[in-house]
């Protein structure tokens, strides 16, 4: 039952959440769930090659773009909430202040499943650092003794990795592949939306198909034919074998 | 959704499907599934050591002995399909007669599920001839070209395999935990029948508290207080994240 | 140096071949390497599904469709050493005599190069056995003790895997991602002549497509653009780092 | 071609580049290429405890012991670029200064290939952080937008990793195994220079040796008497199977 | 022989040593080894739950309860020498200052065995910077370099991880089992003295008898009923197999 | 306590137990222990390349020869019981009937100790073989219920792995580093031998001064310089920490 599900999703960059799961997002947004999305960084280090061979580009430039964006992808995805923390990325750098703003967020957004990135991408060490960063930050979010003026404790959410570039040579194993056949118009138009990554559209609209081939192949269900997937941090835990 | 769900269960030796997924049969069946069980062998040479202590034991009084006991736990557990292949254990050896008899009874049950063994006990080398024989005999099951007269093809189903005796010794990750609270006494009543192994009684009683605790940790959930967990073999695919 | 190099590719059934290796094939052909190609079976019962959907289809004339569509893919690739063993597939079996023939057949064509299936397929039992049987000839064909009437012993050659179905959960690692495309319109046009498999056309035009993209990516050379990937089964050795 | 190859090398402590890729270096030398070597520490606290027994022993004297030996043992080997960078060790640690003087030196040497330690170390808690720097170093030496006055962004290099020194225990694996015969005797006399370390001098013989039989086992080619080995970061991409 | 030998046990929250190495503490202390014990952190915030449903509970008073408990649970099992550093938990976090003063403690109990939480515990962040500070400490203690006033360098001694909450999930592989059969009662005793994690004193009871099972079934020695697990981080080496 | 044990010693070819575990051999005989070896085959095809450049060379006079060296070697040792089972090498292949005299063998010799390859070498795929042969009759042999007329059912003993050729390569991780020092020259002695092999002397040879150096690293010992190393089967079990 997606209808009434809270979703949190942290991207470390500012296109990574529309890459690995802007079809996922659509689907549950669709179907009823409410999603908040944070954008750790705009990415103009490390993230925007495209833009940065403009003349004139200055960080500040650059951001703007990238703001755009992402705005307009967040749109055609049908999220409402989005925020933007503005960190330097390349190398990304976590602290107290910004642990205590993200307990902060995971107790006010009181999700039932996080989607972040996975536990390890062998070419990016940014989203390294926020797969651990978030983890953590989802312990202390869980801890009665963690007290924050304000804050709710959570309960112990589902927590899913986001399929990195390049899968195999990050360990990753595929656990949920979400069938996103009636939302793949969405997700193709809110990629489109980044110029600075155009060579990346296609690839992950290639890798949309591939998934669709899989989920088909281990399901028999042929109606599946574009799909992401993703990697669970815990074993699921319920009344019926998945 | 349970209910109407065809299952097929694939035990090694006799006892094996009671102690690894007895909740979990015992809860499909009480919520509406079909549940099939095929028992390999009586477990006369490799587990059946106090059985062997009666002076006058032989292999047919002991093979007697183990078919009471399963078809008395098969009850129990209110299984109503159970048949008994005989074959001889330590060590397990399949043929091409034995294969095309699997594939025939996978093709008469059309599962939506298999439970077997995981595909690797580092304790018990029967367990892996099982697992890699009836994953070898559902590819079969599956194609279209396998034909065998008076058999239908079956679909890409689940399969699922048992938790190992020693858990990480054998690689094993649990990916779905069965929350068996609602038929555990079924489970303990069902364990009882089997006097050869009484030492396993206490142990696998105490497994499921074990797995109670880590679904309760996993998914925030104080209800679960008995569980039993599987490996899946394949990734889920469908319209949620597990 | 590809130029005056010896290859042997040995294939399951009778596409893999091209799916996996045909534009590193056609590349190797194209720039004087002689390429032998073994095709164990037709892969009548496990890879032959669309063909069976015929309603007069019989054992006998999807392996003449198959053998049909096989050679003329290999003709497309430049093939001109083919043989078939017909072997009955799903389960592949292995024996003395098959593998004396392989034996022979390596130190017949004495290659430099063997392609063929990577150590584990989590989906496809059959590909697992090729690829030990033809790991286990390679040690028998190199030593000088194993004597066959009429043959001369090998020297250890280069041993690779073919990038499996679903990559990651078959543990693939890819060490080599070979360039091909000067020769990509070859593959395709060989990869279209298998009609029962038409849903793989399309599937590894689209993985081609991303190992070009992993091509650039670990290279920094931007003329890649589409790629097939192996795993080799022994480090390099030499004078040089690769 | 190692003609015209231009390579970092950047080494833990004063003699891990000797011991680990001495004879690599003076074999890329030889044949063209240009080397530059940063040395990040001298090893003082954690590598020189032969030097320590000295009753008057104090951090500078060892210091300064240590300096003339690396020096030595560069000059054995060609190295003409060779920088010390003094940093203290055990634990080494890194920040936003020492990351941009590396990011610069990166850019300045325009680097075809780093050497330097393998992603894990089971011994070495430096070894794996200087990885780890090192690695975080490349990729934003390789971003656009990583903007630093008077440096020009790289290009993807080839990145390898030393072995370490209990190779199985840090599960190092050989991907690329250098020939170092004809060199080897200078790599014999840059070791010893080290005589804080002289039991590893017979330690690191011995591994050249080592590696040669396997250099020879996985070629065929019996001319390889000596060799190194290294892993490496990522798959080879061009034309030709390695 | 356990007579004499000094173990240093370092455990991240005050009752992780009770529940992971209870038993193995107050056998060796039984059989004459001399135990110090260092409690990192009273697990405030993450190991807490049950104390902070007091209405008025406040940070002080929750550590007053845990220091008690932890005092009662320590001379159960006849720990003489315990200290509390009082850090913060969830995270804990390490700088120069305690590493130095690990360091100091490490050589001032110069011991022959150090018990610390394992290298990867996939539920507790703590519990892995705890392993990785320990380790590192261990290391800087043992070299003759690392010069630190009125301390004496140590030998390498043994370091072994506790069996993590939740095993498989974590990669633990245990390779000591130690057959805590003759200080059970003690044991019990000591874990019953954490009334706010009064959940984990039947799991660790089952566990123990788990590991009964266990040590029985790789030994063959029926004498041991409960036994405790840890993983080594080194091989051991001397005169015999283990 | 090594005065008593019962180690039997099963070896795929003629020489493997002396490269591999000559020395540990040679000191539990030394400090009275019993020792049994049975060597399966004499390694006429794969492992004896140099006798077979003899012009006239015969598999009898190979089988001859080998057998001369292989007595010589087991003398040097101190080796009492050694027997040949004379099976073909390359691939080795097992039935029924061996299994039954390994199972019968294991009873007659009731041994503490089994030392054979370990689970998995990555180049010589008779080794795999006789890893799964051993294993699977030692659990045989240890259950009640395998009844063979005239033997006695064995308690479960400790197995041992052989470290294989290149270790890293076969995923080996030692466990038991022995040490040697006191019988080195024996095991030098044993090695030389075997004429056929001659370069596997001085390999063996440098193997066993690296292995010295891991167990003074691991053990803070300095009088360890010649050592062997095995991977357990099994954890340990029992009152002390190893």
Redesign the interface.
Known sequence: ??KGKKMLVVSAHAADFVWRSGG?IA?YIK?GAEVTVVVLSF???????D???QPDAT?ES?KEIRKGETLAAAETLAVKNIEFWDLVD??MQFNSEL?ERMVRKIRETQPD?ILTHDRFD????DHNRVS?FV??CS??SN?????LEGTKVT????I?GFEP?????SN????????ITDVYEQKIAAMKCFKAQS?LI??YT??A??RG?????????NS?KY?E??A???????????
Chains 1, 2, 3, 4, 5, 6 share one sequence.
């Open positions: 039952m997606i996922t689907k179907e990415g103009v280090r490390g993230e925007s090659n833009l940065w061979k960080a650059v390349y190398p642990e499943i062998y070419l990016n060490p651990e983890f953590e312990v202390i801890s009665s003794g963690a007290r309960k112990q959410m589902r899913f570039h390049q899968t195999e040579m990753f194993r595929p656990n949920s592949i979400i069938d060579h296609e690839y290639q890798r198909f591939m081939n899989h989920a088909r192949r281990v399901s028999g269900n599946y799909a997937s993703f669970n941090y815990f074993p699921t835990a319920g009344p019926e074998l998945y």
